[in-house]
């Protein structure tokens, strides 16, 4: 039977200390706003940590959505120690709208959100009840993909901020991922704020980023679901050695380019190919098809993703948010 919870203050969820597995609705009734966010609490047979694992913050990245079904559907708890946390679908709403990237009641992108204001907006009210849900965990893993429009590369930015030992335990939950690359950052500013907030909570937590354009093939899904369990492994939750693939580190300048007029945008490009300085990226035409505009990388790059959508708007910026002119993201590598 599947529960609900009603959460109004501040307080502390109980989940329940015996073994096996609890799925509830954590609602939140706000002044403006009403919030509810699934979630699978999965007890282990002994005392442990507390992981997280959450999908569906942008409602249209389904690969992680489907590997949190396999997760919910596949750990034992009698083989698990301590609590895992499954959030498959952080926004229900923006889920059900089939809505890309922003959320559908107020356009704020939600990684950016900061937890804290439970009487904002929709996305505030949001962010904060997550935040209820997930303060406890010491891990947390969110699991992104390419939007219905965005052409992605598999890879796995690593937040590379604190001690030496909080770095050391980040990077751990990434080193299971069957990925190629592994991007450190180190800026506050490469950061979203929401990943910068759950590190302030002393949460140690990754996003993931595999699967494109909203598919939810099985090579992706399983991607996700492995490098789960590898970092389940790596905590001590699961027993076993965890994965260590094959895995290089990307570094360099992220560099996103964005339209400098509204059209139609035909890219020339492909996610994971490498460019060189002045090479076409791809060009915009009018709506009748007539020639605007062409785009170049301005140094040797790597494609991290390039959106396939052809409708460019400049206009539409909800937020400051210039998620409607963005054509290509690249990773500008370092000249040998
Ligand atoms: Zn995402």
Redesign the pocket.
């Known amino acids: 039977m599947i529960s609900r919870i009603n959460i109004q203050t501040d307080s502390d969820l109980n989940w329940h200390d015996t073994p096996g597995i609890e799925e509830v609705f954590v609602s939140r009734s706000g002044d403006k706003h009403d919030v509810e966010i699934p979630v699978c609490v999965i007890t282990g047979r002994e005392p442990g940590p507390t992981f997280t694992i959450m999908s569906g913050?942008?409602a249209g990245?389904y690969a992680g959505i489907l590997a949190a079904h396999r997760i919910i559907k596949t750990i034992n708890p009698d083989e698990l120690l301590g609590r895992l946390i499954v959030i498959p679908v952080i926004s229900k709403r923006a889920f059900y709208n089939r809505s890309m990237?922003l959320s559908p009641a107020d356009e704020k992108e939600i990684?950016f959100v900061k937890p804290g204001n439970p009487k904002g907006t929709y996305s505030d009210a949001l962010i904060d009840t997550l935040f209820q849900i997930v303060k406890s965990s010491d891990y947390l893993i969110d699991m992104?993909?390419g939007?219905m429009v965005q052409a992605l590369y598999p890879w796995v930015p690593v937040p590379m901020i604190g001690s030496k030992e909080i770095q050391e335990a980040t990077l751990a939950l990434a080193k299971g991922y069957k990925v190629d690359f592994l991007e450190y950052r180190y800026e506050i500013e490469a950061i979203p704020p929401l990943c910068l907030a759950l590190f302030e909570a002393g949460i140690i937590n990754i996003?993931v980023?595999i699967g494109k354009n909203g598919l939810p093939s099985e090579r992706d899904i399983s991607a996700h679901h492995d490098g789960l369990v590898a970092a389940l492994k790596t905590v001590g939750m699961l027993q076993g050695d965890p994965d260590r693939p094959k895995q290089k580190m990307l570094t360099g300048k992220r560099h996103q380019i964005n339209a400098s007029e509204s059209g139609i945008w035909y890219p020339k490009i492909t996610e994971g190919q490498i460019v060189e300085k002045g090479e076409l990226l791809g060009i915009t035409t009018d709506i009748f098809g007539n020639f605007l505009e062409e785009y170049r990388a301005r140094t040797r790059s790597f494609v991290l993703y390039y959106w396939t959508s052809p409708a460019i708007n400049i206009e539409r910026k909800p937020h400051g948010y210039d998620w409607h002119s963005g054509l290509v993201s690249l990773l500008e590598l370092e000249e040998d």
């Open positions: 913050m942008h990245e990237q990684h992104h993909s939007e996003w980023e």
